[in-house]
Nanobody
Framework: VQLVESGGGSVQAGGSLSLSCAASTYTFSRCMGWFRQAPGKERERVAIIARDDTVTYADSVKGRFTISKDNAKNTLYLQMNNLKPEDTATYYC???????????????WGKGTQVTISS
C-alpha cells in the first residue's frame, strides 16, 4: 500500500490549505486518517474517517478542518480553514488494514507534506 500526500505549503494565519492523499489501494474498505507531527512534539491524530464514513477530529481542529474521501478515486482529503501557527507540522496520510476498525490503528503511512503557518 502506497500513500502519497500533496498540497502542503505556507500560508498566513487565517488562510486555508487543502491536502490530498492518493492511495494505491481501495479506500472504501479501510479506515483512513491524517496525522501531524511538529518538531519536538509527538505525532498527533488530526482526523480519521471510518469505512462507514464516520469522522472523528482532534479537539484542536474541530470546526476548522474537514476530512473526506473519494472512493472512486481512492483519494483522501483534508480541507484546512482558519489555519493557526500551531497547525504548523508535517502532515501524514495513514491507512489501516482492510476491514479493520479505526480503533485497531493505522498500518500504512505516507512520507508526509509540510504545512507552515505564519502569524
Amino acid at each position: 500500500v502506497q500513500l502519497v500526500e500533496s498540497g502542503g505549503g505556507s500560508v498566513q494565519a487565517g488562510g486555508s490549505l487543502s491536502l490530498s492523499c492518493a492511495a494505491s489501494t481501495y479506500t472504501f474498505s479501510r479506515c483512513m486518517g491524517w496525522f501531524r507531527q511538529a518538531p519536538g512534539k509527538e505525532r498527533e491524530r488530526v482526523a480519521i474517517i471510518a469505512r462507514d464514513d464516520t469522522v472523528t477530529y482532534a479537539d484542536s481542529v474541530k470546526g476548522r478542518f474537514t476530512i473526506s474521501k473519494d472512493n472512486a478515486k481512492n483519494t483522501l482529503y483534508l480541507q484546512m480553514n482558519n489555519l493557526k501557527p500551531e497547525d504548523t507540522a508535517t502532515y501524514y496520510c495513514a491507512a489501516g488494514r482492510e476491514y479493520n476498525r479505526c480503533s485497531v490503528g493505522m498500518n500504512y503511512w505516507g512520507k508526509g507534506t509540510q504545512v507552515t503557518i505564519s502569524s
